[in-house]
């Protein structure tokens, strides 16, 4: 059994005023039934951890390096979000594959490095709206996780995917029940036949535009173990009714 997993990406959002949201969600879910995971800007994640120690909420980065230490000004290593609190750290989000180009080799490099510092990696696939129409979606898919997942170390675990449609994210678009189920099939199939056995402990997470509105439908569909959640995390009050959501789903 996959343990269910909502995870909240804050992306460059939040300072010190909105570690009353993470004392709120703690208070909702005391003994959650689901792992809730929230990322939010790194200049926030020792703070938010002493906020979340104690309570069932773990903490994530939202990019890493792939080198241990040297010259990389404003980059930070993996070892250093765990050393600040960090359990997890999401990778390859559309969102730094499109303004900081990364490739799917930068995400496997830095994959490789979340698993050597003992993190999580929440690693982020998703086609274009453009890819999509032209039918590209599961080649898309499938080439994005072939090169973003390392050989060694991956497993349950180790590793989560997130499938987030590129153009579902932030925009109020999600895609079709049979759109979702049919990506999550996919990833799962492709993941068995690449790690054997070991697929089966991977969550799969879905992204893009989850609200409390449409979170019961989307965690009902085959293969989705949980959502990585923007913009309806910053608040707790929305987090909680989608983690809700989750937990009886
Ligand atoms: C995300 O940033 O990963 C995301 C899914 O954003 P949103 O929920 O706002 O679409």
Request: net charge negative; glycine share 12%.
């Amino acid at each position: 059994m996959r343990k269910k997993l909502a995870a909240g990406n804050w992306k460059m959002n939040g300072t010190a005023a909105a570690l009353e949201e993470v004392t709120a969600l703690a208070g909702a879910h005391p003994r959650p039934v689901a792992d809730i995971l929230i990322c939010p800007p790194a200049t926030l994640i020792d703070r938010m951890a002493a906020v979340a120690k104690g309570t069932a909420i773990a903490l994530g980065g939202q990019d890493c390096h792939a080198a241990h230490t040297g010259a990389h000004t404003g980059d930070i290593a993996a070892h250093m979000l765990a050393d600040a609190g960090a359990t997890h750290v999401i990778l390859g989000h559309s969102e730094r594959r499109t303004d900081h180009g990364e490739t799917d080799a930068d995400v496997r490099a830095k994959t490789l490095a979340a698993l050597d510092a003992g993190l999580v990696a929440v690693v982020c696939v998703g086609e274009t709206e453009g890819q999509r129409d032209a039918g590209e979606t599961l080649n898309v898919i499938g080439t994005q996780l072939a090169g973003s997942l390392p050989d060694e170390g991956v497993t349950g675990a180790t590793v989560v995917v997130a499938y987030e449609p590129v153009w579902a994210i932030g925009t109020g678009r999600v895609p079709t029940i049979e759109q979702i189920a049919e990506v999550h099939d996919f990833m799962r199939a492709e993941l068995a036949k690449r790690f054997g056995d070991v697929a089966e402990g991977i969550r799969l997470l879905y992204g893009g535009s989850v609200k409390p509105a449409n979170a019961a439908e989307i965690f009902a569909t085959s293969n989705v173990d949980g959502a990585l959640v923007g913009g309806a995390s910053l608040k707790a009050v929305d987090f909680s009714a989608i983690i809700s959501a989750l937990e009886v789903a």
